[in-house]
């Protein structure tokens, strides 16, 4: 038989091996769909709010409630906090994975170089004397490289890479969301500020009551019943005071751990400005550059992006493969013979291998990343939704507080009259005891309800920069690389 028949045979059984030999992922798809932007309705929750192509926030959006001192306390929990420090690591092992995914692409080359020195034992020597000595003396270089036929490597590595930006998106986002946290920490510091200074003033005219029904008591016009409730209503003003400075201390510590720093840190903190609640107005193009704008939007659009990489990579497993090695070098038991020609050795060996049987492992595999995928697109869909729904509720929220605040404003101005009028009348002997007490504790509900609502505003107003990303812009992150491709639906 001819060498060139041999060549021709050894062909048609590889030929057949192909065709025949490979498993099949035949059967095996993704069901995710994505959600498309445009088809999540909001017109009649959004109508009659103000539309305006500057209503996306800035960068540094909580300069614009008005507190120097936050934007300092901002900087520095960005700066210190161990979520940001958790936040970093994280895209630092997802860079990892993605250099060394890149590295796998790439061939191999390795040299070494060894002496050994040996004797043998008689029982070894064929001589029979055991006296024999040798000395080994080799040096080699070996190289190695799998051929990526089919783009699986790249496709690995284009996993990674989307993998690592994510993660990268995944930071800006902390940084979001631990600024936001830092806002709302601060504004609820000045609301415990607040609500510690109503309790001082509840107690203030608990103690004025108390005067006014001991004099009461002295000529005669009130009971010692009446003086007791007056008691009463004394502690329990007291009572309060104390738990009002209990959330005082809680509202510094909370902020403090923020800003990755001891208790302590929260002492050292000057008491809040009142804070100025943003103007409710969104983005004229919303919900179209929500995608754009919310880091948790991006991160998840690149997470699906790896995961169909995933999948192409787990394709080209079913397909052959080829490798080539290859090992030069010399080995001689005499030195000055260790580059002579009979000490120099070679090889080269190249390999195609087909995947013929595997028990079902590479779908499997292949199985495990279209789920993959189905799962990515199920969060990212989950995340658009929830994104939308964020801005809806807050801006509604936001409109019809507003209105609350000028009517319990309004309440309480009337409970504060009302309370003036009823104390001088109890003073000069011709009011009643009962009506005092009532319309104290309308003013003191009256008062909190009015300072809750402002809170309330702030922390929504803080919200809704938040749900609107905070200024984050996703061509900012790695501006080198592309944006994820668009997502199927």
């Given at each position: ?235 329990s003003s007291e009572a309060s005071l104390i738990d009002a400075e209990k959330r005082l201390n809680s509202a510094k ?135 939308l729904g964020d801005v809806s509720d807050t801006i509604n929220q936001l409109r019809d507080i507003g209105r609350q ?85």
């Amino acid at each position: 038989m001819s060498s060139k028949t041999l060549r021709s045979g050894l062909s048609l059984v590889l030929v057949s091996m192909i065709l025949a030999g490979c498993a099949s992922y035949s059967g095996l798809t993704t069901e995710g769909k994505s959600v498309d932007a445009k088809t999540l309705k909001a017109g009649q929750s959004l109508s009659g709010v103000t539309l305006s192509p500057a209503a996306w926030p800035k960068s540094d959006w909580w300069k614009s409630l008005g507190d120097p001192q936050l934007d300092g306390l901002i900087r520095e929990a960005l700066h210190d906090s161990p979520d940001m420090q958790i936040a970093e690591a994280r895209a630092h092992q997802a860079s990892a994975a993605a250099y060394a995914a890149d590295a796998a692409r790439m061939p191999t080359l390795d040299a070494s170089a060894g002496i050994s020195r040996s004797r043998l034992a008689k029982d070894q020597d064929p001589r029979g004397q055991g006296d024999a000595y040798a000395t080994v003396r080799n040096i080699s270089a070996s190289f190695n490289y799998n051929f990526d036929l089919w783009g699986g490597q790249r496709d690995a590595w284009e996993a990674a890479l989307g993998q690592a930006r994510a993660a990268e998106v995944d930071q800006q986002a902390a940084q979001l969301t631990l600024s936001a946290d830092v806002a709302r920490a601060y504004s609820d510091l000045g609301q415990a500020h607040i609500v510690y200074d109503l309790a001082n003033e509840d107690l203030k005219r608990t103690k004025q009551m108390l005067d006014l029904s001991q004099r009461r008591l002295s000529s005669g016009i009130d009971s010692q019943y009446q003086f007791q409730q007056t008691e009463s209503l004394e502690a329990s003003s007291e009572a309060s005071l104390i738990d009002a400075e209990k959330r005082l201390n809680s509202a510094k510590i909370a902020l403090a751990v923020l800003l990755g720093k001891g208790p302590d840190r929260g002492n050292e903190i000057a008491r809040p400005n009142i804070l100025q609640p943003g103007a409710v107005a969104l983005p004229s193009v919303l919900p179209a550059e929500l995608l754009g704008r919310r880091p948790d939007l991006v991160a998840a659009r690149w997470r699906v992006e790896a995961a169909s990489k995933d999948i192409a990579a787990s394709k080209t497993q079913f397909y052959p493969n080829l490798n080539l090695t290859a090992a030069a070098g010399a080995e001689s038991l005499l030195g000055d013979a260790m580059f002579g020609s009979a000490s120099r050795f070679f090889n080269i060996a190249p390999t195609i291998s087909v995947p013929i049987f595997d028990g079902g492992r590479l779908r499997a595999n292949l199985d495990a990343r279209d789920a993959a995928y189905d799962l990515a697109v199920a969060q990212y869909n989950k995340s658009l939704v929830k994104a939308l729904g964020d801005v809806s509720d807050t801006i509604n929220q936001l409109r019809d507080i507003g209105r609350q605040i000028g009517a319990q404003q309004h309440a309480t101005e009337i409970a504060q009259d009302s309370y003036n009028t009823v104390v001088q009348r109890y003073g000069s002997g011709i009011g009643n005891y009962l009506d005092v007490l009532s319309i104290e504790q309308q003013l003191l509900q009256a008062q909190r309800q009015l300072a809750d609502l402002n809170a309330e505003q702030i922390d929504l107003s803080i919200q809704l920069m938040q749900a609107l990303g905070g200024g984050f812009q996703a061509e900012t992150i790695a501006s080198a690389n592309p944006a994820p491709a668009k997502l199927n639906n």
